[in-house]
């Protein structure tokens, strides 16, 4: 993803501070500062959370769940797990933490707490309401 992509994806696309996009992927906002300078590149699971991100922000209804999940008190730990659910993955390979954001690997062991799957719960049935109503 370009340095313009990232920018515009946290200001535009998800309107959200670069210290809790930067929590979401599980870095640092100095590195999102980076990226959006074109000083460097995001690499490795950063970058695949990234462009997971993306896809998920180009549908409405991943949009409107992520949106959804930003805004609960799990804010950005429910948003990063969502990520991870709504990409094909489960809540075991997302992204997600109690205490802060951390990254975890495809099949890694992920705690989750009570009140950020609730929050991906709320999200999730929003998202398979519309789908049933649309039918």
Same mark, same amino acid.
């Given at each position: 993803? %370009? #340095?313009?992509?990232?920018? %515009?994806?946290?200001? $535009?696309?998800?309107?959200? #501070? =670069?210290? *809790?996009?930067? !929590? ?7 590195? @999102?500062?980076?990226? /959006?300078?074109? /000083?460097? #590149? ?9 462009? *997971? ?9 991943? =949009? $409107? ?8 008190? &799990? &804010? +950005?730990? +429910?948003?990063? +797990? ?7 993955? #489960?809540?075991?390979? &997302? ?8 990254? %975890? ?8 707490? &009570?009140? @950020?799957?609730?929050?991906?719960? *709320? ?5 398979? $309401?519309?789908? %049933? !109503?649309? /039918?």
């Amino acid at each position: 993803m %370009t #340095s313009d992509e990232i920018e %515009t994806l946290r200001k $535009e696309v998800l309107n959200i #501070s =670069r210290d *809790k996009f930067a !929590q979401m992927l599980g870095v640092t906002s100095k590195t @999102v500062y980076r990226w /959006e300078r074109d /000083e460097s #590149s995001p690499q490795g699971i950063a970058l695949q959370s990234l462009l *997971k991100l993306k896809d998920i922000t180009d549908d409405k209804k991943g =949009r $409107e769940a992520i949106l959804t999940a930003l805004s609960s008190v &799990g &804010g +950005a730990a +429910a948003a990063g +797990a969502l990520i991870g659910v709504l990409a094909g993955g #489960s809540f075991l390979s &997302g992204i997600a933490g109690v205490a802060g954001v951390a990254i %975890t690997p495809v099949g890694a062991p992920l705690a989750i707490g &009570g009140g @950020v799957a609730f929050v991906l719960y *709320k999200a999730l049935k929003k998202i398979f $309401e519309q789908d %049933t !109503q649309q /039918e």
